[in-house]
């Protein structure tokens, strides 16, 4: 620790007070020198008659965001956290932590070693590691317990949510919310300095209120295990919760020590690891590092159907002035009642206010003429999935858009080549395929046509910034990444229950996966008369060797396309899905039309079928260069598809069972169905070569 101004860690003496500075940007990260050098001011705020109290601060926009990721998957460095958080405690005078920004993890539990906290109104604090498959580990589970009660604490280190300066107060976790940022440091040396003639508060020597009902850790495990499906850390760390709660501080201390140690090494951390770090380099595409955004001020979205209306919603909460054209005057209402409905359901979930919503209303602007995207930056076509159609309107946006506009299609799989190929300037024309609801999902696939401009797709990544979604770049072909990966999969539940399963089977079998929803209740979710109008317009491209099951066709002959309807593979009656048992009449007749013999089919082989699909195709999508890289196809599966983060992704999870055990389980399944399962030759190659795909990714 030094006073020099580049030190991770200064400290200087301002009216008795030694004020601390964590100053490792950009978000003061807990690397082995922040440590160290906390320590160190430690020891000078113990041995220093001058110095009366003290306060820890971070330099720059936050207080400490945590463990320093750079240090991910290396061994540990003394000191250690839990030794650095005892000794700020164990220091006889008082040290205050002035909390702006954010305090999280590591972060936070050095502001609960402290004796007392402060917090800038717009500060926010919390336990985010359960998202990386481990908990605490330097007395989160255990001090915090003590200051809230184990209700409050099993909440927040369990959800891994983050709360505000005003609930962080109500729940005593702080003690003082500081008037205004720039007041904060005077206000953690005012209350520094009022504890110097106090006994101080330490929180390890408090003890744990019982928790309001005797039977808390039943019921929150069993509750907290249903929403985890399968991730293991949200569990522990209530375990570790009920550690505080149960034996002396020093021994609940080993036992969230021993579980964090535990997690650290496990798949799912890795997995975890893999995501948090995917999502911040599919951004980082290769070639693409000297291109620049082009201007986005003003977005247009054509159409206003469930999906124009939530892409134009996504774009109204990100602070857009949109406008909206629809073919007719009717379109238009219901397009602008779609966005108000969407908008009306922030605001019943109190997510935003009806004055934000009004806000909302006055940038979106509605018009039947194309002449007013004139001063568009952006526009998103978001109009019937159909080639001729979209030709037509990129043929108006060519004529009506100024020099310079981005031209964007929400197409789901048709050839935007083609669609570019309709305009007299195909550079300016990208792929921006939202996911439903557009206004929740986060994932965003730029989709690049061969003679888009370099920044014309840093643009596309630019707008997902700006729109808070993941955006991953896609080469052109049927159905991009996900859609295409979807599509296999799909018809492996095709085969399935045509061969024995019934959808619902296979629904819980990878809902005990990990997966939201099962791929039937997906298909529902999404509208059955999508996938079918595709298969319709492939036919004449279908290999005639490959198998075809008819099901989801009867399905759809009925006019059953899914919730829309209130039926589809299941009945949906006040909401919930109940199996619809006219389904299981048309499989079963349909299996007999062919002359198929059905079999029950195990959770594991349902399981084993649709990952290995997805890895085989992913494989493929990679090879083909559709996807940079294996962690591309990862963040499209995570973010737009349901795939448990936990597990990573398909090419992540294929890393950790092991590339030769699975290319085994498709040549397995090959020997019944060699035209689908036909290896991927990347995969065989990374096999032979005893190499994985995380080392694409590289």
């Given at each position: 620790?030094t006073?020099n101004?580049a030190?991770a860690?200064q400290?200087?003496?301002?009216?008795?007070?030694?004020?601390?500075?964590?100053?490792?940007?950009?978000?003061?990260?807990?690397?082995?020198a922040?440590?160290?050098?906390?320590?160190?001011?430690?020891?000078?705020?113990?041995?220093?008659?001058?110095i009366?109290a003290?306060?820890?601060?971070?330099a720059?926009?936050v207080?400490?965001?945590?463990?320093?990721?750079?240090?991910?998957?290396?061994?540990p460095?003394?000191?250690?956290?839990?030794e650095?958080?005892?000794?700020?405690?164990?220091t006889?005078?008082?040290?205050?932590?002035a909390?702006?920004?954010?305090?999280?993890?590591?972060?936070?539990?050095?502001?609960?070693?402290?004796?007392?906290?402060?917090?800038?109104?717009?500060?926010?604090?919390?336990f985010?590691?359960?998202?990386?498959?481990i908990?605490?580990?330097?007395?989160?589970?255990?001090?915090?317990?003590?200051?809230c009660g184990?209700?409050?604490?099993?909440?927040?280190?369990?959800?891994?949510?983050?709360?505000?300066?005003k609930?962080?107060?109500?729940?005593g976790l702080?003690?003082?919310?500081?008037?205004?940022?720039?007041d904060l440091l005077?206000?953690a040396?005012r209350l520094?300095l009022?504890?110097?003639?106090?006994?101080?508060?330490?929180?390890s020597?408090?003890?744990?209120?019982?928790p309001?009902?005797?039977?808390?850790?039943?019921?929150?495990?069993?509750?907290?295990?249903?929403?985890?499906?399968?991730?293991?850390?949200?569990?522990?760390?209530?375990?570790?919760?009920?550690?505080?709660?149960?034996?002396?501080?020093?021994?609940?201390m080993k036992?969230e020590?021993?579980?964090?140690?535990?997690?650290r090494?496990s798949?799912?951390?890795?997995?975890?690891?893999?995501?948090?770090?995917?999502?911040?380099?599919?951004s980082?595409?290769?070639?693409l590092?000297?291109?620049?955004p082009r201007k986005?001020?003003?977005?247009?979205?054509?159409?206003?159907g469930?999906?124009?209306?939530?892409?134009?919603?996504?774009?109204?909460?990100?602070?857009?002035?949109?406008?909206?054209?629809?073919?007719?005057?009717?379109?238009?209402?219901?397009?602008?009642?779609?966005?108000?409905?969407?908008?009306?359901?922030?605001?019943s979930?109190g997510?935003?206010t009806?004055?934000a919503?009004?806000?909302h209303?006055g940038?979106?602007?509605?018009?039947l003429?194309?002449?007013?995207?004139k001063?568009?930056?952006?526009?998103?076509?978001?109009?019937?999935e159909?080639?001729?159609v979209?030709?037509?309107?990129?043929?108006?946006?060519?004529?009506?858009?100024?020099?310079?506009?981005?031209l964007?299609?929400?197409?789901?799989?048709?050839d935007?080549?083609?669609?570019?190929?309709?305009?007299?300037r195909?550079?300016d024309?990208?792929g921006?395929?939202?996911?439903?609801?557009?206004?929740?999902?986060?994932?965003l696939e730029i989709?690049?046509p061969?003679?888009?401009?370099?920044?014309?797709?840093?643009?596309?990544f630019e707008?997902a910034?700006?729109?808070?979604?993941v955006?991953?770049?896609s080469?052109?072909?049927?159905?991009f990444?996900?859609?295409?990966?979807?599509?296999?999969?799909?018809k492996?539940?095709?085969?399935?229950?045509?061969?024995?399963?019934?959808?619902?089977?296979?629904d819980?079998?990878?809902?005990?996966?990990?997966?939201?929803?099962?791929?039937f209740?997906?298909?529902?979710l999404?509208?059955?008369d999508?996938a079918?109008?595709?298969?319709?317009?492939t036919?004449?491209?279908?290999?005639?060797?490959?198998?075809?099951?008819?099901?989801?066709d009867?399905i759809?002959?009925?006019?059953?396309?899914?919730q829309?309807?209130?039926?589809?593979?299941?009945?949906y009656?006040?909401?919930?899905?109940?199996?619809?048992?006219?389904?299981?009449?048309?499989?079963?007749?349909?299996?007999?039309?062919?002359?198929?013999?059905?079999r029950t089919?195990?959770?594991?082989?349902?399981?084993?079928?649709?990952?290995?699909?997805?890895?085989n195709?992913?494989?493929?999508?990679?090879?083909?260069?559709?996807?940079?890289?294996?962690?591309?196809?990862d963040?499209?599966?995570v973010?737009?598809?349901?795939?448990?983060?936990?597990?990573?992704?398909?090419?992540?999870?294929?890393?950790?069972?092991?590339?030769?055990?699975?290319?085994?389980?498709?040549?397995a399944?090959?020997r019944?169905?060699?035209?689908?399962?036909?290896?991927?030759?990347?995969?065989?190659?990374?096999?032979?070569?005893?190499?994985?795909?995380?080392?694409?990714?590289?």
């Amino acid at each position: 620790m030094t006073d020099n101004d580049a030190a991770a860690v200064q400290l200087s003496i301002e009216d008795g007070v030694a004020v601390i500075t964590v100053n490792n940007p950009p978000v003061n990260a807990i690397s082995q020198a922040v440590r160290q050098g906390l320590v160190d001011a430690m020891k000078i705020v113990t041995t220093d008659a001058a110095i009366k109290a003290a306060v820890i601060r971070g330099a720059g926009k936050v207080f400490i965001a945590g463990a320093d990721v750079r240090e991910f998957g290396k061994p540990p460095m003394e000191p250690f956290l839990p030794e650095v958080v005892t000794t700020i405690e164990a220091t006889d005078k008082p040290v205050a932590a002035a909390i702006h920004g954010v305090a999280l993890g590591g972060g936070f539990e050095i502001a609960l070693g402290c004796h007392c906290r402060v917090m800038s109104p717009n500060a926010r604090v919390g336990f985010p590691e359960v998202n990386l498959g481990i908990i605490p580990g330097a007395g989160g589970t255990q001090r915090l317990p003590r200051l809230c009660g184990v209700e409050k604490a099993a909440d927040l280190v369990t959800s891994g949510r983050q709360v505000g300066a005003k609930e962080a107060m109500e729940a005593g976790l702080i003690d003082v919310i500081a008037e205004s940022e720039d007041d904060l440091l005077s206000a953690a040396k005012r209350l520094a300095l009022s504890k110097v003639k106090s006994p101080l508060r330490r929180i390890s020597e408090m003890s744990v209120p019982a928790p309001a009902a005797a039977d808390f850790f039943t019921t929150e495990k069993a509750k907290i295990t249903r929403a985890a499906r399968g991730q293991h850390s949200p569990v522990r760390a209530l375990e570790a919760v009920e550690a505080a709660a149960t034996l002396p501080f020093a021994e609940g201390m080993k036992r969230e020590r021993a579980i964090f140690q535990e997690l650290r090494a496990s798949d799912q951390a890795k997995a975890l690891r893999h995501v948090f770090f995917g999502e911040r380099a599919v951004s980082k595409v290769p070639g693409l590092e000297n291109a620049r955004p082009r201007k986005l001020d003003k977005l247009a979205v054509i159409g206003g159907g469930t999906m124009g209306a939530g892409i134009a919603v996504a774009c109204l909460r990100a602070g857009f002035p949109v406008v909206m054209i629809e073919a007719d005057a009717a379109a238009l209402d219901r397009g602008k009642g779609n966005v108000d409905k969407n908008l009306e359901g922030f605001v019943s979930r109190g997510r935003l206010t009806a004055d934000a919503k009004d806000e909302h209303l006055g940038r979106l602007a509605l018009s039947l003429d194309y002449g007013a995207l004139k001063d568009a930056d952006l526009v998103i076509e978001a109009v019937f999935e159909d080639m001729e159609v979209k030709k037509t309107v990129f043929g108006k946006l060519d004529a009506a858009m100024k020099p310079g506009a981005v031209l964007a299609t929400n197409t789901s799989y048709l050839d935007i080549n083609a669609i570019a190929a309709a305009t007299t300037r195909p550079g300016d024309v990208i792929g921006l395929h939202f996911f439903s609801p557009a206004f929740v999902m986060r994932l965003l696939e730029i989709v690049r046509p061969a003679r888009t401009s370099d920044d014309v797709v840093a643009t596309g990544f630019e707008l997902a910034k700006k729109l808070g979604k993941v955006g991953v770049l896609s080469g052109v072909c049927d159905g991009f990444i996900g859609n295409r990966i979807l599509a296999k999969t799909r018809k492996q539940a095709d085969y399935m229950i045509e061969d024995g399963a019934l959808p619902w089977d296979v629904d819980k079998a990878m809902e005990a996966f990990g997966m939201p929803m099962g791929p039937f209740r997906v298909m529902d979710l999404a509208g059955l008369d999508i996938a079918w109008a595709q298969r319709k317009r492939t036919v004449a491209t279908r290999d005639p060797k490959e198998r075809y099951v008819e099901i989801a066709d009867r399905i759809c002959e009925q006019g059953w396309f899914g919730q829309k309807t209130g039926r589809g593979w299941y009945v949906y009656e006040a909401g919930k899905p109940v199996p619809n048992p006219e389904v299981e009449k048309i499989i079963l007749a349909e299996s007999a039309r062919k002359g198929i013999a059905r079999r029950t089919i195990p959770a594991q082989e349902i399981q084993d079928r649709i990952l290995y699909a997805m890895i085989n195709e992913g494989a493929r999508i990679v090879d083909e260069g559709i996807a940079a890289r294996p962690l591309d196809v990862d963040m499209v599966k995570v973010f737009g598809y349901g795939f448990p983060r936990w597990r990573g992704g398909p090419l992540c999870t294929v890393d950790i069972i092991g590339l030769p055990k699975v290319l085994d389980g498709i040549r397995a399944f090959a020997r019944d169905d060699p035209l689908f399962w036909k290896p991927s030759a990347l995969l065989e190659r990374l096999v032979a070569e005893g190499k994985t795909f995380a080392d694409l990714n590289t």
